[in-house]
């Protein structure tokens, strides 16, 4: 018997609901009620609530320093993933004859960013998946002396493999490419490592359990302390000119030279009480438990005899586990008429994708392979 590693009764609405479905959206905390109403009371202080607001950022930003290993003052925070990924694409300068590598089976926000530089003369080099599974030596071998980024996600949203990180940060780092590293299914699921990474961005409102709005952005800054930043805001810098000099301005050495304006005070107090609940259990606990529970929800399947797009060997997944068929919406609803929640499709090829994270448990997976039994076996293949 596996039992939650965070009681079901600590979220919002999971009393008799088997959630699956992190990968897409994480439950909510109870506790986020409270959080959201210290925020309320903090943000009606007049001035002072600047400088409250403010300590809850920097608190968030060291338990995601401790979270991705990662000194605090090279962590920001960004409206999302994407903002992060199109900021270093704004940041570089290109020069025609240089290429991106990308990988097939990735968010389109990894992909799409790119493309608007091939009428500049810049490659976009696709990585094709093997059997769903992208091998790290496919990417480097894509890599040359014009590469410039290569931008990969260490656990695929849709596949859910979980690529070899040091591997391929290695032979990146050999041909004098950088390494952006999308972490939205592995941080708060599985241990990051940002040294691996020259820019790192991750979603929070997943396997983090916070909201949307705000989303982790790191910067190697021992491999790219000169990186100017794109766009700039008052919160870019350190001090200005006023009035009387309005053009000038001084940057921070720090992360937050990337952060234009305000960040979403309100999703980092909920960020902030969600990593204090997850830092509690340890990233190894909570490993465990989710390749735990995903490795029997992968043996179930494959015994049913659908197309798994997960890896079995353990180093290569994470919460994830993503398989094929042809009607997702009929067997998403079938589940939900067990209360059990999982998530849909996402591009040309049906998939479903089920999720275990730290509200899960052993009565959670019964319920969800008793509902994949009767479903296998109410619609044969053809039927599905």
């Given at each position: 018997m596996t039992d939650a590693l965070i009681p079901k009764s600590d979220f919002v609405g999971l009393e008799g609901v088997a959630h699956f479905a992190t990968g897409g959206e994480g439950p909510m905390l109870k506790?986020?009620?409270?959080?959201?109403?210290?925020?309320?009371?903090?943000?009606?202080?007049?001035?002072?609530?600047?400088?409250?607001?403010?300590?809850?950022?920097?608190?968030?930003?060291?338990?995601?320093?401790?979270?991705?290993?990662?000194?605090?003052?090279?962590?920001?925070?960004?409206?999302?993933?994407?903002?992060?990924?199109?900021?270093?694409?704004?940041?570089?300068?290109?020069?025609?004859?240089?290429?991106?590598?990308?990988?097939?089976?990735?968010?389109?926000?990894?992909?799409?960013?790119?493309?608007?530089?091939?009428?500049?003369?810049?490659?976009?080099?696709?990585?094709?998946?093997?059997?769903?599974?992208?091998?790290?030596?496919d990417v480097l071998a894509q890599v040359d002396a014009r590469t410039r980024v290569v931008a990969i996600s260490q656990v695929s949203m849709f596949t859910g493999q979980h690529i070899d990180v040091p591997t391929l940060s290695a032979g990146v780092r050999e041909a004098g490419a950088l390494l952006l590293l999308d972490v939205t299914h592995a941080a708060g699921v599985v241990p990051v490592r940002a040294q691996y990474a020259d820019v790192l961005v991750s979603s929070c409102y997943k396997w983090m359990l916070g909201t949307h709005g705000t989303a982790l952005f790191y910067l190697n800054r021992d491999r790219l302390a000169d990186l100017a930043p794109p766009f700039l805001g008052w919160a870019s810098i350190t001090s200005g000119g006023g009035w009387q000099s309005p053009l000038e301005y001084t940057l921070p050495d720090t992360?937050?030279?990337?952060?234009?304006?305000?960040?979403?005070?309100?999703?980092?107090?909920?960020?902030?009480?969600?990593?204090?609940?997850?830092?509690?259990?340890?990233?190894?606990?909570?490993?465990?438990?989710?390749?735990?529970?995903?490795?029997?929800?992968?043996?179930?399947?494959?015994?049913?005899?659908?197309?798994?797009?997960?890896?079995?060997?353990?180093?290569?997944?994470?919460?994830?586990?993503?398989?094929?068929?042809?009607?997702?919406?009929?067997?998403?609803?079938?589940?939900?008429?067990?209360?059990v929640l999982v998530w849909g499709a996402y591009g040309q090829v049906g998939r479903v994708r089920i999720s275990a994270h730290v509200h899960n448990n052993s009565d959670d997976v019964e319920r969800l392979l008793a509902a994949m039994r009767g479903y296998f076996e109410s619609y044969p293949a053809r039927a599905r």
């Open positions: 506790s986020h009620l409270d959080a959201f109403e210290q925020f309320c009371l903090d943000k009606g202080r007049g001035e002072l609530a600047r400088g409250i607001q403010h300590a809850v950022l920097d608190a968030a930003r060291a338990q995601c320093a401790t979270l991705i290993q990662a000194p605090a003052e090279d962590i920001t925070f960004l409206s999302s993933a994407s903002e992060g990924i199109n900021l270093l694409r704004y940041a570089l300068d290109w020069r025609a004859g240089d290429n991106v590598v990308v990988a097939d089976v990735e968010f389109p926000s990894d992909v799409l960013p790119w493309t608007s530089l091939a009428k500049s003369g810049i490659e976009i080099r696709v990585v094709k998946h093997r059997n769903w599974v992208i091998d790290e030596q992360a937050d030279r990337f952060l234009p304006a305000n960040p979403s005070y309100i999703s980092l107090y909920m960020l902030n009480n969600a990593l204090q609940r997850l830092s509690a259990l340890g990233e190894n606990t909570v490993a465990a438990h989710s390749r735990a529970l995903s490795g029997d929800i992968r043996a179930a399947l494959v015994s049913h005899g659908v197309e798994m797009m997960t890896p079995e060997a353990e180093q290569m997944r994470a919460g994830n586990v993503s398989f094929v068929i042809d009607n997702i919406k009929h067997f998403r609803d079938a589940m939900a008429e067990h209360n």
